[in-house]
Every structure is written in structure tokens, then in C-alpha cells.
């Protein structure tokens, strides 16, 4: 804001216009009629000649649009009527007649000249008007023109100072008070120039000070009353202006609240809803309730992460060290805003972050051409990254002990002589020589499938690991065999009951917990709502439809979240004896397996019981374990009704004005050991999050059917709020639920354009429709009153929080519904997944899975390789596999990016699969696939950060081994690759973007990063190759999802530490890109007008692979480290629409900054609307030139 004043001080006070003419010069042969007038005007020296030329210059400005009057202007006018004006108010008395002249025909001319104000203050015409206002306010006559006059001085805010300080503000005051309808076009004018004049803090300090809070709410409250033919809007509309404008400061919300102004403005407000014409009084009062309504606290004990990871160091200054090093009462909220009221700066405290989101936008782009060309030098010794030779095994391989069949072949290979089951002693014939673009022959190669070594790594490995994936499941355990089932305050039973499934590593967690080492727990059979518990059987019995949550595992030492060493169990009430047996209710587990050939819930839990989460915890998500069928139905995005945000702030207001209405019920809370606690009376729902992705802190029951989420910040961050996953039970049909997460940081979101949550049900599932659909209603967020200190949020600008809130009627009852975010993808899942893909394997595909490395939470992390088996066993086509060009993928370094999984999941299916485009795919590449770059921060919920509580994709610029091993290691692989010559053509890192429609892609350009920069003198000398545009453009044509109009391919400089930007830059690849897929929907192509689902997710992943074999079409296979000037004659890019289009310029690779003005009057049809925000106008043109 300051900058945007300064540089229209700039502009009034300092720009040169041409010198204006003395009256003789005017007179000269040339001069335009209207510089004779002005001319005789200026040296007119009696006053009735004076008004005589008022007179013909009032009737020749009133003709016409307002042209004469730019030429008035510009030949100084203004400058010979305030020249006048102060000669003629040195006369006594003046001259009343000509003071009401000088005055109308201003008024006429202010609007028009840009520096009148300036002028005005100059000439020392502000005294003269004000003091004839005060002498003359019984004369309407005379007073109008010089109230029309003021207002236009006050629309200088430096005018409005110098005005408040001749009491301007005390004199408008008399005029607008007390109550009545006289004169009501003088009054408007008046409380416009007083609106004018309280943007200025002094001023609205003055106001306060001189308690005129009070009267303007008094008068406000009058003419609500009074005016019930709502012929006067305007004076209401320019009160409540009035009020909006003292409220900016402090003081003034502080003598709003003690004048009772939330009440007498909720009241009115309500009384007004009903009338559409009078919304703009509504929105107004809107506004200035949701301001004053007093700051509070998130109803939180901190708001550090209630989960907590020790890391193995922490670095001193890092983001960790400095959250558990904040004084105590950081997270304390005051109201601090504006407190500085020397400033002037009177900024629109509403908007403030997004002033400084503009200004960081010109900001963010690279100009340091040093930091833009490549840096290749390799910081690390060959000897170092000789370890990583290991994962490339498909670079050396020579298929002696192979019997490979040509693809052709309908013979199929057994299994086991695929690569992945390859014994050591098969390797070890006489090797054939084959040319390799690796420098050394490999020695003494390790077992790809190696297994074994799962456990046995403990601590935080620096080296990657060398041992594989286990992938073929366990021996099958029944996961929810009842006859595990023991309860907990049986300890005996307990240790009894708990059989390891998984050797050593359960051990070892019952040494460290000895006491959680519960087997499974259950509920009692029947709760006080009828529920029974789960059970699974063979064959589906009946239609009891009874599902009890939750859905817990066997065999699996638990931890339940938050316990000072309690167990779980203890919080159900689960207080009566149950044994085995009893009447187990049954529970249908949908037949998918035709629908979901990649799911196998069995196969499910195997997997969850190898993930380490840091709560421990022990519950499966009925969705995951279900698994997720695409509806067939589409889902349009949703419409935003009238007045919705409206109707939901004008709820949250009413808690301030009937508190005694308010429950506030606390009905889970992760902070307190024996979550849930709700003592179940039918009278609140059942919240529960304690399984793998799962993310709620906190509900607390507002009103009967209302409640208040708070999320869990990522573990060891006290922020990123944003991903949710929790389950919610106890519900009654018929009614409808109001939630809000009141602590999402976003300052804006897809949920107010179209986006809607997504909801699973348990009853739904097992009627035979397991799936995620989007769901609620009433859906809007908007900033609420919850805020955090600038301390507690690191520095960071945005004090506020904000509420998603959506409404929802169930339509079962004793139904178990989840509600996400986006649609989950766990770990788990992943896991499942690989080891379903080995199934799709035939003798054609080369597919080895290894671990790369183990994370910070102790869990694998998986690296794909696939590509095509070599033809045969001749030197020809060895050599053809060996140097097949690698195309390297990854996804998910942003936990709450789940559709980047969805994406993935495309991929890696397309890739396995039987099409003739796959085969020849995998005969073009080599693929190399990290399909979860941060498998920690999906277990464990977190938005964005891994366990080191920091975002990973900004480290990749120096990775710490210990702190972010998956990067560093991923990160080692690469630069191996660069070593031996064998960098990828592709790299792709697949992210999700929460508010922008359409998938599209970031990619990395020199010239268009100059370009954008405007260092113009240099950019014509600047090579490049515009290859890096072939793949988007290519996927623009294929992929319906696709926008190549969001795409970008600048470098910014906060981005230089992001994968893209590193893999570009370091390792040199030219087609290093991000592809970012939308949480929302489309808004061109096929699927516009509707949300996007797994189905077009996973689509657009096996459009990935289609592109890529169009690539390779494209550029050729002569060598694939030379040659690629094709691209450039297959796609040429015109330089000029490249520089000339903004859309190629997005501020943020993960979340741009999002130039839709906040919501805040999103309803209004208010026409006299000044624009809330000065940036309004502009956000809207660059709203209009972004995509979305
Ligand atoms: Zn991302």
C-alpha cells in the first residue's frame, strides 16, 4: 500500500504539466476561445464582471460530455478559480453570489482535474471553503455547492488530514446530525466528504475521541427505522461508510463493540435481508461486523503440531529449532493491527496481504542470469555416487541367464525369469560384451530383489539401501478376525492375544511400549446407538448394515494418540465384557475385485502393518481398505447460491451477539489423552482421525447440528493446515450439519469456485458403491476471527485464519462417513499397488522395484524401473535396451497433494500394461519412477512437509542425507546419471494445485524467464532450444485436462530450490518440468464445468505416457543426446506471443498466488460500491488474464 500511495503523491504532487499561460500570451492570435474566457476571467478585476463570465463559463461547461471541461482543465482554469476564490474571500464581507459560483463550478470541475486536490491545499482554498461551511450552515443553498466542493478536496488524503486538522470532521458531523429527513441531497454530500475524510487514521481517531461512534450508529439505527420505503439507501449506505472507515483502526472497532455495534448492525442487517435492493447495506454492515468482531485464539493448548518426531539433529536457525524455541504465550492472539498510527499510510487493512502478493509477483522472477544459466560443476566426487550404480542395474544388464522371447512371442515366459527373480547364480555366466555408454562395467551387482533387510536398518541411513522392496505379501492373516479381538483391560489377554505378524520389528516396539502392545480392541457389541461391530466373513450373511467404527487392526502393537502411555480402549466407554463370539455383527465387504483389479483389502492391511506412523496408529480407514470405484456419474462443480457466504457469517456473528445459544462442546481432541471423549448420548456426532493420511485435531460442537474442526499442523510445524481426512459416525438422518475448519491458511480457495469436499460412506460402500464422491452444500470460505500472532506464524505475513465451511445431510443412519479433502492416497495404498502391478507383469516388461532409501520415519521408499525386455540376447538389441533414454517421474513430495498420486497411478498403470503404445513405450525408455517423494508426511496426514517439518520441494538445492534422505537420494540418482552421460530427456515431478482449474505445467526457460524480467538488452543474445515447450504442447492436444495457457516456463527465485529448477539447472535437463493437477475441475476442454476425479486423474496420467511416445516420434531416436533441434521445426514457437502473453507467467509453481479478490461482498449488487480494495480493478484484469 505505501508504494501504490507514494507513487500517486508522486504523480499529483511532482509531474509536470505544461506551464500555464499568462493572460497575455492567451490573447495572442491562436488562442482557443475557451483561453480568451479564462484570460479575461483572470484579470477581471469587479466582481459583477467576475460573475457575469461565471456565469457563461457555468453554461458552456454544462453542455456536452464533459469535454469542455478537460479543456477547461487543461488551459489551468482551476488555478484562475481558486486564485479568485481566496482574492475574493479577502474581501469583507465577501460577496456571497460570488462564493456560490466559484463553489458550483468547481464542484463541476474537481471530479475532472487530477490535481485539484493538490491545487486546492496550495492555493489555500481549504480554509476558505471550510470556514464558509461553518459560517453558513442554516444557508442550503450556499452550502451545497461547498459541501460538493469538500468532498472532492477529501478524496486527497492528504487534503484530509489538513482538513481533520482545521476540525472538518466536528463541522460535518453538525451537518449530518441529528435525525432528519430535510435537506436529504445536502446530507448525502456530507457524509460522502466525511466518509473522504475518516480514511485517514487521524481523523477516525478524532472520530472516536470525540465519540461520534455512538452518534453514527444512533443515526444509523434512525433512518433504518425511519426509512421505510428505502428511498434513501444512499444516506444509509454513506453512515455505514462512515462507520467502515473509523473501524479500520483499532480504537474505532474498540468503540464499535462498546457502543453495542455488532448488535444494532446484526439486527438491522437481518431486517434488511429479505430486501435484495437494500444488499448493499447488508454487505457493508457484513463488513464492518466481521472486523470488529474481536480477534481470538484457535481453541488449541499450542499450535504446534500435536504430534511431535524427534529428528536425529536438529540444524540450529531451521524451522524446527526455531517453533520449539518460541516464547511461551506466542500463540497468544491481540489485536495488533493498525496499532501504528503515526503512518499515514491508511492502508485497507482487509487487503494488505494481498497488496504485498502483488508486489512479490513482479518480485519473484529470476533476473540473476548467473543463477539462470546451467551449473553443471558436480559437488560430488564420482566415488560417492558410485553406490548409486546399484538402481541401474537395466544399464549393464547382459541377459545371459535369461530366456528371453521376442514380444512377439505368444510363448510366455515363467515368472521367474523375469529380472525381479533373477538369481545371483544365473548372473554369473560368461558375460557377452556389449557397448554401454557407462563408463565401467558393474561389479559384483547386487540382487535386485534382495529381501530381507526390511528390518533390519535402523537409525537414519546416509547410503541408499541397497535391499528391495518386500513385496510379495505375507502370509495371508484374517485382519479382522474377531477371534483376535480381546479387550483391553484384560492385560493378560492382551499379551496373549498379540501375535506378531511381522517378527522382529513388533518386538522391538513392544520393548519400547510395552503397555500399548494390545492386539486389537473392540467396542462392545451394542453401543447406545445400536451398532455392532465389524465383522468380516466369508460369505456375506445378511443385511445388517451395522458398522462399527473403527475399524481397527489385528495383531498390530498400538499407540493411541496423545496417551500418556493409556491405552486406547479406554475411551470408548467399552466397559462391559466381551468375548469372542458373541453376535458378530457381519460386514459386507464389497466385491471390487473386477472394479478394482489393483485392490485386494487383505493385501490392504498386510501393507498398513509395515507402515510406521508416528502416532503408531493402529486403525485402517474404511475407504482405504474398501478402495475407491470412479462413479460413472459426472459431478458438475457446484453453484454458488445467493448470499450463502453472507448467511454463514451472519451465524458466526450471532455467536457474539447470543452467546448463551453456543455449546461449545468439545467432542474429540487430539490433545487429550483419551480421545474421543464423548460419552455417546445420541447428542453429538463421532469424530475420529487416528488412521494412516488422517488429519483432524480438534471438533467441538457449536450449536446442535454445528461444529467447529480444527486441523493438525504438519508434525513438527505449527502451520500448512489444510489437508483433512477424519471419520465421522453418530449421525441422524433428516437433518442437516453444518462444519467449518476454522483454521485453513489459504487466503483464498477452490471452495468458493466450484470445488466441493469429498465424502465416503461406509453404508453406500457396502451396498455395492465404494466410493469417494463430492459432496456438501452452502460451501464457502471465507477469513474468519481466529488468528495467530506473527511470532507463532514465523514471521509470516497472514494473521488471520480461514473457515471452509459445508453443510451435509446424511442420508443413512448408522452410517460411518469420512470426509477428505481431496480423494486419499495413502502410503499403504501405494505399497498395495506396486505389489499389484508385479501381477501385471509379463515377459515382455522389464519391472524391478528397489528401495531407494529408508525416510525419517523409518519406512521405505520405493523406486520403479520399467521399461522393455531387450528383443533377444544379441549384442544389437542389448544395446538397444542399454541406452534406451530414461525418462524420470515423481510424485507426492507434497503429502496433500493426493491427485499427484492419482496421476501417478495412471502412469504406472498405463506403463504396465498390454496396449501396443505401452509395449512401445517401454521399448523407447527407460522409466525411472519415485512414485512418493515424502511417504512420511502422507502416513502421518501432514499438507506439506515431511517429518523435518520442513517442504521438501524446496531443499533439493543442498538435500541434508538425515533430514531429507528421499531427495537427497533421489536427487544422487540423478546426478549419477549426469555423471555417466546418461541424464533423462524427461524429468516430471507430478504435484496437485489447490486454486487453479485444469492440469498444466511448469517447466524451466532462460529466454522466457529474461523475457518476463524485461532485461531486454540481453535477451537476443540468449540460445536456447525451445524443446522444453514439445511435451505441454503435446499434451495440450491430447490430454483433455490439459491448459497449456496455465502452463508456465519461467524460473522464479523462489522456486530455485525446487526439483524442477535444480534438475533443470544442476543436472541439465532440458524438459525438467512440474505438472501440477488441479484439486478442483476444468474450465475448458471436455471436462469443463465439473470436478475432476480419479477417473480423469488417472487418465492424465496415461496421457503423460502417450505424450512422451509422441515426444519420442517427434525428436527422433538417431541419439537422444543429439538431434533435438526437430523439436523446434515441429512446434515453432513464436518469440513474440511468448513475451506478449501473461498466462505464461504464474507466480508460483505449487501455490500461485491467487488473484481473485477475497470474497468478501461476493453478493453484492451494490452498485455505489467503492471498491473495497484499491487493487480490486487490477486483481479482476489479472484474474481475466490467468486462467482461472
Ligand atoms: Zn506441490
Same mark, same amino acid.
Given at each position: 500500500m505505501e508504494y501504490r500511495y507514494s507513487r500517486r503523491y508522486y504523480r499529483s504532487e511532482f509531474s509536470v504539466d505544461p506551464p500555464e499561460k499568462s493572460g497575455r500570451e492567451i490573447m495572442s492570435k491562436g488562442s482557443s476561445g475557451m483561453e480568451v474566457i479564462l484570460a479575461s476571467l483572470e484579470n477581471c478585476r469587479d466582481v459583477q464582471t467576475t460573475l457575469n463570465i461565471l456565469y457563461i463559463l457555468t453554461e458552456l461547461l454544462s453542455v456536452g460530455r464533459g469535454h469542455r471541461v478537460e479543456v477547461f482543465v487543461s488551459k489551468g482554469g482551476t488555478g484562475i478559480l481558486f486564485q479568485i476564490l481566496i482574492a475574493a474571500s479577502k474581501e469583507s464581507p465577501p460577496s456571497m453570489e460570488l462564493m456560490l459560483h466559484l463553489h458550483s463550478l468547481l464542484a463541476k470541475v474537481g471530479p475532472k482535474d487530477r490535481r485539484f486536490g493538490m491545487k486546492a491545499r496550495l492555493s489555500g482554498a481549504l480554509n476558505v471553503t471550510v470556514s464558509l461551511i461553518r459560517q453558513n450552515l442554516q444557508n442550503t443553498k450556499l452550502l451545497l455547492p461547498c459541501l460538493h466542493v469538500l468532498r472532492v478536496y477529501s478524496s486527497n488524503l492528504v487534503n484530509a488530514m489538513s482538513l481533520g486538522k482545521i476540525e472538518g470532521v466536528e463541522l460535518m458531523f453538525k451537518i449530518i446530525g441529528p435525525y432528519s429527513k430535510k435537506n436529504t441531497t445536502l446530507l448525502k454530500v456530507a457524509l460522502d466528504a466525511l466518509g473522504a475524510l475518516l480514511k485517514s487514521k487521524t481523523n477516525a481517531r478524532r472520530a472516536v475521541d470525540g465519540g461520534y461512534v455512538a452518534v453514527l450508529l444512533s443515526l444509523y439505527q434512525d433512518w433504518h427505522r425511519n426509512d421505510t420505503r428505502c428511498r434513501h439507501i444512499l444516506i444509509r449506505k454513506g453512515l455505514l461508510v462512515c462507520l467502515r472507515n473509523i473501524t479500520n483502526i483499532k480504537l474505532g472497532r474498540k468503540a464499535f463493540i462498546d457502543a453495542d455495534g455488532m448488535r444494532i448492525l446484526h439486527n438491522s442487517s437481518t431486517e434488511c435481508l429479505p430486501v435484495r435492493t437494500l444488499d448493499p447495506l447488508v454487505n457493508t454492515s457484513s463488513l464492518i461486523m466481521r472486523k470488529c468482531f474481536p480477534k481470538n485464539r484457535l481453541p488449541l493448548p499450542t499450535m504446534k503440531s500435536a504430534f511431535q518426531f524427534q529428528l536425529p539433529h536438529i540444524p540450529a536457525g531451521g524451522p524446527v529449532a526455531q517453533l520449539y524455541s518460541h516464547p511461551p504465550g506466542v500463540d497468544d492472539v491481540v489485536d495488533d493491527s493498525d496499532d501504528n498510527e503515526e503512518a499515514e499510510a491508511d492502508t485497507d487493512t482487509e487487503n494488505d496481504e494481498d497488496e504485498k502478493d502483488n508486489y512479490m509477483l513482479n518480485d519473484d522472477i529470476e533476473t540473476d542470469l548467473n543463477k539462470l544459466y546451467p551449473k553443471r560443476s558436480l559437488c560430488r566426487p564420482f566415488e560417492e555416487l558410485k553406490v548409486y550404480e546399484r538402481f541401474f542395474l537395466e544399464l549393464s544388464e547382459d541377459f545371459q541367464g535369461y530366456t528371453l522371447k521376442g514380444p512377439k512371442s505368444t510363448n510366455s515366459m515363467p515368472l521367474s525369469a523375469s529380472p525381479s527373480s533373477l538369481s545371483a547364480s544365473a548372473r554369473s555366466s560368461r558375460p557377452v560384451t556389449v557397448p554401454t555408454a557407462q563408463t565401467q562395467p558393474p561389479n559384483d551387482i547386487p540382487t535386485p530383489r534382495s529381501q530381507g533387510d526390511c528390518n533390519s536398518t535402523k537409525g537414519h541411513e546416509t547410503r541408499p539401501s541397497s535391499s528391495a522392496l518386500k513385496l510379495t505379501p505375507s502370509p495371508p492373516v484374517t485382519p479382522l478376525d474377531l477371534d483376535n479381538i480381546h479387550l483391553s483391560k484384560d492385560k493378560d489377554k492382551k499379551e496373549e492375544a498379540s501375535s506378531p505378524p511381522d517378527g522382529d520389528k513388533v518386538i522391538e516396539k513392544e520393548l519400547v511400549s510395552p503397555f500399548e502392545c494390545v492386539s486389537l480392541e473392540e467396542k462392545e457389541d451394542l453401543n447406545a446407538d445400536g451398532s455392532e461391530r465389524v465383522r468380516r466373513e466369508g460369505s456375506p450373511i445378511n443385511a445388517t448394515r451395522h458398522i462399527q467404527s473403527p475399524l481397527l487392526l489385528g495383531g498390530i502393537p498400538t499407540l493411541r494418540v496423545g496417551s500418556g502411555g493409556s491405552n486406547f480402549g479406554s475411551d470408548c466407554g467399552s466397559e462391559g465384557a466381551d468375548e469372542e463370539g458373541g453376535e458378530g455383527a457381519v460386514l459386507e465387504v464389497p466385491d471390487t475385485a473386477r472394479l478394482l483389479p489393483l485392490h485386494n483389502p487383505d493385501l490392504y492391511v498386510e501393507m498398513v502393518k509395515e507402515t510406521c506412523s508416528v502416532p503408531r496408529y493402529a486403525e485402517v480407514a474404511y475407504p482405504d481398505y474398501f478402495g475407491h470405484v470412479a462413479p460413472t456419474f459426472k459431478e458438475p462443480l457446484l453453484e454458488r447460491l445467493y448470499g450463502v457466504q453472507r448467511s454463514k457469517i451472519f451465524q458466526d456473528i450471532e455467536r457474539l451477539i447470543h452467546p448463551n445459544d453456543i455449546l461449545d462442546k468439545v467432542v474429540y481432541d487430539l490433545d487429550i489423552p483419551n480421545c474421543p471423549l464423548v460419552k455417546d448420548e445420541g447428542e453429538s456426532l463421532k469424530f475420529n482421525s487416528q488412521f494412516e493420511s488422517g488429519n483432524l485435531r480438534k471438533a467441538i460442537q457449536a450449536r446442535k447440528y454445528e461444529y467447529d474442526l480444527v486441523l493438525n499442523a504438519d508434525i513438527n510445524s505449527n502451520h500448512y493446515h489444510q489437508w483433512f481426512y477424519f471419520e465421522v459416525s453418530g449421525m441422524r438422518v433428516g437433518v442437516t450439519y453444518r462444519f467449518n475448519i476454522i483454521n485453513c491458511e489459504k487466503s483464498n480457495s477452490q471452495f468458493n469456485y466450484g470445488m466441493q469436499v469429498l465424502m465416503y460412506s461406509v453404508q453406500e460402500a457396502i451396498s455395492g458403491r465404494p466410493c469417494w464422491v463430492r459432496t456438501g452444500t452452502d460451501i464457502c470460505y471465507y477469513k474468519n476471527y481466529f488468528a495467530r500472532s506473527s511470532i507463532a506464524a514465523g514471521g509470516q505475513k497472514g494473521k488471520s485464519y480461514y473457515t471452509l465451511t459445508f453443510s451435509m445431510s446424511f442420508s443413512h443412519k448408522d452410517d460411518v462417513c469420512y470426509f477428505a479433502y481431496h480423494y486419499p492416497y495413502t502410503f499403504s495404498t501405494l505399497k498395495m499397488h506396486l505389489s499389484k502391478l508385479e501381477d501385471l507383469r509379463t515377459p515382455q516388461i522389464y519391472l524391478r522395484q528397489d528401495v531407494l532409501c529408508e525416510t525419517l520415519g523409518g519406512n521405505h521408499c520405493p523406486l520403479l524401473t520399467i521399461t522393455a525386455m531387450p528383443e533377444s540376447k544379441s549384442s544389437n538389441h542389448i544395446y538397444q535396451f542399454r541406452n534406451r533414454p530414461l525418462i524420470f517421474l515423481s510424485a507426492r513430495v507434497h503429502p496433500g497433494e493426493t491427485n499427484a498420486s492419482w496421476v501417478m497411478k495412471g502412469t504406472l498403470e498405463f506403463l504396465m500394461g498390454t496396449s501396443t503404445l505401452a509395449a512401445s513405450l517401454r521399448e523407447a525408455y527407460i522409466f525411472k519412477i519415485v512414485p512418493m517423494l515424502n511417504p512420511d508426511g502422507v502416513i502421518n496426514g501432514n499438507h506439506r512437509c515431511s517429518l523435518s517439518g520442513e517442504d521438501l520441494n524446496r531443499q533439493w538445492q543442498n538435500p541434508n542425507p538425515e533430514l531429507h534422505p528421499t531427495i537427497y537420494h533421489t536427487k544422487s540418482l540423478l546426478q549419477y546419471l549426469a555423471h555417466i552421460q546418461r541424464a533423462p530427456l524427461v524429468f516430471c515431478d507430478y504435484h496437485g494445485h489447490s486454486r487453479k482449474k485444469n492440469v498444466f505445467m511448469y517447466g524451466c526457460s532462460l529466454k522466457e524467464t529474461v523475457w518476463q524480467s524485461n532485461i531486454s538488452a540481453t535477451s537476443s543474445d540468449l540460445q536456447e532450444d525451445l524443446g522444453y515447450r514439445t511435451l505441454p504442447k503435446i499434451l495440450s492436444e491430447? /490430454?483433455? /485436462?490439459?491448459?497449456m495457457a496455465s502452463s508456465s516456463f519461467v524460473v522464479e527465485r523462489s522456486k530455485e530450490s525446487t526439483a524442477r529448477v535444480v534438475v533443470w539447472r544442476e543436472i541439465g535437463v532440458q524438459r525438467s518440468y512440474t505438472m501440477e493437477s488441479t484439486l478442483c475441475g476444468c474450465d475448458q476442454g471436455k471436462y469443463k464445468g465439473f470436478q475432476i476425479g480419479t477417473r480423469e486423474l488417472e487418465e492424465m496420467g496415461a496421457q503423460f505416457c502417450v505424450a512422451l511416445l509422441r515426444l519420442k516420434r517427434l525428436i527422433g531416436f538417431r541419439n537422444h543426446q543429439h538431434g533435438w533441434d526437430l523439436d523446434n521445426d515441429v512446434i515453432a514457437i513464436p518469440a513474440k506471443t511468448v513475451s506478449s502473453s501473461p498466462s505464461t507467467y504464474v507466480m508460483e509453481e505449487d501455490e500461485p498466488s491467487f488473484l481473485e479478490a477475497i470474497d468478501y461482498s461476493a453478493e453484492s449488487n451494490d452498485e455505489d460500491a467503492e471498491p473495497e480494495n484499491e487493487l480490486a480493478d487490477e486483481a479482476q484484469e489479472n484474474l481475466d488474464q490467468l486462467s482461472d
Open positions: 491430447i /490430454a483433455p /485436462a490439459f491448459s
